[in-house]
């Protein structure tokens, strides 16, 4: 009987250790999302990464590639480099097949012709089909650098 007990109390105990997940590892997945990231240009889907909800920085939500592209034009919003402030990613890789990736991204952009410089937080989730990783949820928030500096 005692046996018994201790099996039902180990169990659970057994279970959640197992159930753990080794984000922080996977090196060779981790490589081809900071490539990705870090890529002149920024990322570009291919053919079969058109599949995205997207939200921007007023909450307005896209739900495909070209509905995002379609919303930048409407907005008159060009992108004149994207860059990701160097060690600012945080990448956690799931399965091997699934990423998400926070980091800062110093923006030069034009608005209706308006040059602006700002710095926007990242979340972007990522799921790797056959050997491409394609980007299907992200969303940006400017930081206020006035009430929150960071770094270079």
């Not at 307005?60 to 008159?76: G, L, T, Y």
Request: glycine letters at 8%; charged letters at 20%; hydrophobic letters at 45%.
């Amino acid at each position: 009987m005692k046996t018994l007990i201790l099996s039902g109390l180990l169990l659970p105990l057994t279970t959640a250790a197992y159930a753990q997940l080794d984000t922080l590892g996977y090196p060779a997945e981790r490589l081809q999302i900071r490539a990705l990231l870090h890529q002149p240009g920024g990322y570009r889907p291919g053919p079969t990464c058109r599949d995205m909800v997207a939200v921007g920085p007023k909450g307005d939500i896209s739900f495909s590639e070209a509905e995002w592209r379609a919303a930048q034009a409407k907005e008159k919003v060009v992108f004149r480099s994207v860059r990701v402030v160097p060690g600012s990613e945080i990448i956690r890789i799931y399965n091997a097949n699934s990423a998400v990736v926070n980091w800062l991204a110093d923006v030069r952009l034009s608005v209706a012709g308006q040059d602006v410089a700002l710095k926007v937080r990242r979340l972007e989730v990522f799921i790797k089909q056959g050997s491409t990783w394609c980007r299907v949820a992200g969303q940006g928030t400017q930081v206020d650098e006035q009430l929150f500096p960071v770094g270079p």
